[in-house]
């Protein structure tokens, strides 16, 4: 099955470091990554949409200065939280889907960050 | 707000007993999908249902779906403990081509062994 490898897997660090998350595609070309921002017991929120090559789409309220997000290759997507603060602390996750219509989401097991 | 709602918000039941969870959505889809996420971990895809379809079954899971109703339920089976996770739905979003999905508000699902 389609694996997607995202890292760190959890990371804490003091208020005003920038931390950038990883998100790999290792057996298929991910040609749209997905970003989303989860809170305790509650339902993923979409933060971006980036397909390769091209600037991410930003949902509403989003701050792209914040989150800057890169995806150079059909295999790699980048989240930076920059001069993070503990309000940015979360549980982030990425997808990850091949072309065509209908294709599923494949999902990293997150990264729960905690800003001190 | 696009988002789906689902319901029950969390749900006990025994092992052995089904388990039935169910999504409503607001806008008009080409099909709606499930997924599962287990505490502290990413999602797991299980099916996918398209809007041509009213129902579709996976081992222990059958989906159904009336678009009548813009509302879809998730059936689990002989529940196991393992079944124990996080159950949401997602439907596309707005936007030709941008392939997002909106995830629903999910049910937390415990199976008591």
């Known amino acids: 099955g389609a694996v997607v490898s995202q890292h760190p897997s959890w990371v804490i660090c003091k208020s005003g470091t920038s931390v950038k998350i990883e998100c790999r595609s290792l057996?298929?070309?991910?040609?749209?990554m997905f970003w989303y921002r989860q809170f305790p017991k509650q339902s993923l929120m979409l933060m971006a949409t980036?397909?390769?090559?091209?600037?991410?789409?930003?949902e509403q309220g989003v701050e792209k200065d914040k989150f800057l997000i890169n995806h150079a290759s059909l295999t790699l997507s980048t989240l930076t939280v920059t001069s993070a603060h503990p309000e940015d602390s979360s549980f982030y996750i990425c997808?990850?889907?091949?072309?065509?219509?209908?294709?599923?989401?494949?999902f990293g097991d997150g990264t729960r960050l905690s800003i001190l | 707000s696009q988002q789906g709602e689902e319901d029950p918000q969390a749900l006990s039941i025994q092992e052995g007993e089904n388990a039935t969870m169910n999504c409503s959505y607001k806008?008009?889809?080409?099909?709606l999908q499930w997924y599962r996420q287990n505490s502290g971990r990413g999602l797991v895809h299980l099916i996918l249902?398209?809007?041509?379809?009213r129902e579709k079954h996976s081992g222990r899971l059958r989906v159904t779906l009336d678009t009548s109703k813009k509302s879809s339920s998730l059936l689990i089976t002989a529940s196991r403990a393992a079944d124990t996770a996080s159950y949401f739905c997602?439907?596309?979003?707005?936007?030709?081509?941008?392939?997002?999905?909106?995830f629903g508000t999910g049910t937390r699902l415990k199976v008591l062994a």
């Open positions: 057996d298929f070309q991910a040609t749209t």
């Open positions: 249902i398209r809007s041509n379809e």
């Open positions: 806008t008009s889809i080409n099909n």
């Open positions: 980036s397909n390769e090559g091209s600037k991410a789409t930003y």
């Open positions: 997808s990850a889907r091949s072309s065509g219509s209908n294709q599923p989401q494949h």
């Open positions: 997602a439907t596309p979003g707005q936007g030709w081509g941008t392939y997002k999905y909106i």
